[in-house]
């Protein structure tokens, strides 16, 4: 090679463009690998399945309520319903392995008319029908086309049930009363069989309730990739499997080696392989499952492999606070005389609160997807427990996954999980079952499992979710905060005095959290101002230990030295209520008790110290700001504002939006309920049967627990906010999602991902 073509090349090598720091995330390029190995024939599961098939000497189910002249005939089941729902009954079949979980519900049925069929399920050996009708979780539904014809069914499972929580199937074969139905076939599908009769691939898979992107292959099979390796690379997932024979992994990339056997079914094992040295070469890697049987399954969860470069200037480490249940009164930094948040008062000293935030909704069902979608409920379409927020929708954790953030999310009940659709953009996921003891009182467990994350990508961009519950009833607190704010004994008087009153409370919900109404407090000869009294004590202590537990997050950012590249966002998704409406819990209105909640932000470099911001914002602006302020872009559809110019002139001018809250109508037969306040007033409008809404008004500044309607008296700010509403709803009702429509405007690769993943059925 002559001279002028060596400099040439150095002059080359010296413009070489330098490794990109952009994940490679394994299941998002798995279309573009090669899969070899593949057993050439299907392997069954290890059981068998768990199938009612009505031919001669078929189990029988039975008739558990209105349900009238059941019997076998020509191969089916048949029947017609009565009054009420109609509820068949039939014992589990099959001995089906504890490490399991439910993939979903095939059933091949008729019926003359109704709208829906429902799968729900009874846990205990001995069955108890209401409880198991009445539980506000587990219900599958599908819609169903009435008619002649038999007509295939599969309603797929939402949230993990494992065998044990199978022992009886409740089949509502319709909502129609008066219906004939015929029912052909019902058959339970587990995760084993399912995943052994499809290729290999990508999905949404859980270990002991924690959940992960993953890519499940099934033995012997060798999955092979080829891409450049970004700089400072390092390659972390997770392997598990749901076999009860040891499973075998066998990762190979550069020249590097990694082996891990797993013998422990349902439990997923964390791996990590440092690749330093080779970013930016262009590497195969294999991923290797082995095992004596043929077909055995193995999952590789959130394989990834990051790089060690954060980008400059922009946040690093983006943590969003979600308390749940937590009302703003109760809180120092608002004016409460009980010092409950000594940590979030420093936090809000050193960076910004907002002194008058409306929460979107009045339970975390509906709310938590406003505040993670930046849409209002009417949009976002969540308004019960069965719905799912549509896959078309874009959430925080999606804009910074798309932006190469790790992202991680912890989560104490599940309308936070998979059961509303909420683990779009998460690589991680722990649901609420996943954590040890369960409860309530969960944020010293939950930090307990986000610090090591943090440590563990403190290299890397990273966003985690962290929604903790420790303010929802029961108001025991944690151990150690019994005494917090009350007297030793306490909690065990109100537990004496909830028994007492418990034959009072008829309203099931209620009966379930144990919470009176005032009048059922009174009729169980109990002063309601002592019980409330107690339950406060309990509730602050709650906060305060909650409070302790966030403490861990901001010593561990700065023990990291992430301080100075962390943003910190902390809401609340609603309120609760003591009685200031005669009522206990949330849910059922839109009172000031309920909707107005903390919010502020954190980030030494990105959040200018010591700001109180008066206006009234929103729980749907928090997401449109912490993006602004991470350089990201807002999804055009987000109805919330960024605030960042409220925080740059340090003032509310030009900022008049009026602030909603929606509880739309729901199963427990509340009817609607929506709020709109601005300019210092709040309009409530309360739905009746058949009827024009009824229509409150409270002054917001001086009565913020909405106890004296003042609507006679201002008819002309009735009107004026009734406009304000009508017109707010008409444009939310426009920007409705419709996955069905959505889907069609996806390219086929997102689209894929999305149904893969779980995200639309």
Not at 509 to 533: C, H, K, Y
Not at 681 to 706: A, M
């Amino acid at each position: 090679m002559n001279r002028i073509a060596i400099a040439a090349l150095l002059v080359t090598a010296g413009c070489a463009e330098p490794p990109s720091s952009e994940p490679v995330r394994l299941v998002d390029h798995f279309d573009e690998a090669t899969v070899a190995g593949t057993p050439a024939v299907s392997v069954a599961a290890a059981y068998d399945p768990t199938e009612w098939r009505f031919a001669d000497g078929a189990p029988i189910w039975n008739a558990a309520q209105n349900v009238e002249e059941l019997r076998i005939e020509d191969g089916v089941m048949r029947g017609r319903s009565t009054s009420g729902q109609p509820v068949l009954v039939a014992e589990r079949l099959g001995d089906v392995p504890a490490s399991e979980v439910l993939h979903g519900v095939e059933v091949r049925a008729r019926t003359s008319a109704g709208t829906q069929l429902t799968v729900r399920f009874g846990g205990s050996p001995e069955l108890n029908v209401p409880r198991a009708l009445g539980s506000p979780l587990g219900a599958l539904t599908t819609p169903i086309t009435p008619g002649d014809d038999m007509q295939t069914y599969f309603l797929r499972a939402t949230s993990a049930t494992s065998p044990a929580q199978v022992a009886h199937v409740l089949l509502l074969p319709t909502d129609e009363a008066g219906a004939d139905f015929e029912v052909e076939s019902v058959r339970l599908v587990f995760r084993g069989e399912h995943l052994r009769s499809i290729a290999s691939g990508v999905g949404w898979h859980g270990m002991s309730e924690v959940y992960r992107e993953t890519i499940v292959t099934r033995s012997p099979e060798v999955v092979r990739y080829e891409f450049e390796l970004p700089a400072e690379p390092f390659l972390e997932f997770a392997v598990g499997t749901t076999e009860a024979a040891p499973v075998r992994f066998r990762v190979e990339v550069g020249g590097q080696v990694l082996e891990e056997e797993v013998s422990e079914p349902d439990v997923w094992h964390p791996v990590a392989l440092d690749l330093a040295g080779l970013g930016g070469e262009h590497v195969e890697m294999t991923l290797a499952v082995e095992a004596d049987e043929l077909g055995a399954l193995g999952f590789w969860g959130a394989p990834v492999v990051r790089s060690n470069v954060a980008p400059p200037d922009a946040p690093q480490a983006v943590v969003l606070i979600i308390t749940d249940t937590l009302r703003a009164d109760h809180l120092d930094l608002y004016g409460y005389d009980r010092e409950t948040t000594p940590t979030l008062s420093r936090l809000a000293g050193e960076g910004v609160f907002f002194a008058d935030t409306i929460s979107q909704s009045t339970w975390t069902k509906v709310s938590v997807p406003a505040i993670q979608s930046s849409l209002y409920p009417t949009t976002h379409t969540v308004a019960d427990i069965p719905d799912r927020l549509p896959a078309s929708a874009t959430t925080i954790a999606e804009v910074y996954r798309s932006a190469g953030f790790a992202t991680l999310a912890l989560t104490s009940i599940p309308f936070v999980g998979q059961l509303t659709n909420l683990h779009q953009g998460y690589e991680v996921l722990h649901e609420s079952g996943s954590i040890e003891g369960g409860g309530m009182k969960t944020a010293g467990r939950l930090v307990d499992r986000l610090l090591p994350w943090l440590e563990a990508h403190r290299d890397t961009p990273l966003f985690a979710l962290l929604h903790v519950a420790d303010p929802h009833s029961p108001y025991r607190p944690a151990a150690g905060y019994e005494e917090a704010f009350g007297e030793a004994g306490e909690m065990d008087r109100l537990d004496e005095l909830t028994e007492q009153v418990m034959p009072h409370i008829t309203d099931p919900l209620s009966r379930l959290f144990r919470l009176p109404t005032r009048d059922e407090l009174v009729a169980g000869g109990i002063d309601p101002e002592e019980f409330t009294g107690i339950e406060r004590n309990g509730y602050d202590g709650s906060i305060l230990g909650m409070d302790e537990a966030l403490a861990r997050v901001f010593a561990k950012l700065d023990e990291l030295g992430l301080s100075d590249r962390a943003l910190v966002g902390v809401v609340s998704d609603h309120g609760t209520e003591f009685l200031e409406h005669d009522k206990h819990f949330h849910g059922h209105t839109v009172y000031g008790e309920a909707n107005r909640v903390p919010m502020l932000m954190w980030g030494p470099s990105y959040v200018a110290a010591g700001q109180r911001i008066d206006t009234t914002v929103q729980t749907i602006d928090l997401m449109p700001t912490m993006l602004e302020l991470s350089g990201l872009p807002v999804p055009a559809a987000a109805q919330g504002a960024s605030l960042v110019s409220v925080l740059e002139s340090g003032s509310s001018v030009n900022w008049n939006r009026p602030a909603i809250t929606e509880l739309p109508p729901n199963m427990r037969g509340i009817p609607g309920r929506t709020s709109l306040i601005s300019d210092g007033w709040k309009l409530i409008l309360l739905e009746e049967p058949g009827g024009e809404p009824r229509l409150e008004l409270y002054d917001h500044t001086e009565d913020p627990l909405n106890l004296n309607d003042v609507s006679v008296e201002h008819p002309d700010i009735v009107e004026r906010l009734s406009a304000l509403h009508a017109n707010w709803q008409r444009r939310a009702q426009v920007a409705q999602l419709d996955d069905a429509d959505a889907t069609l405007q996806l390219d086929a690769e997102e689209l894929e991902r999305l149904r893969s993943l779980g995200y639309i059925r």
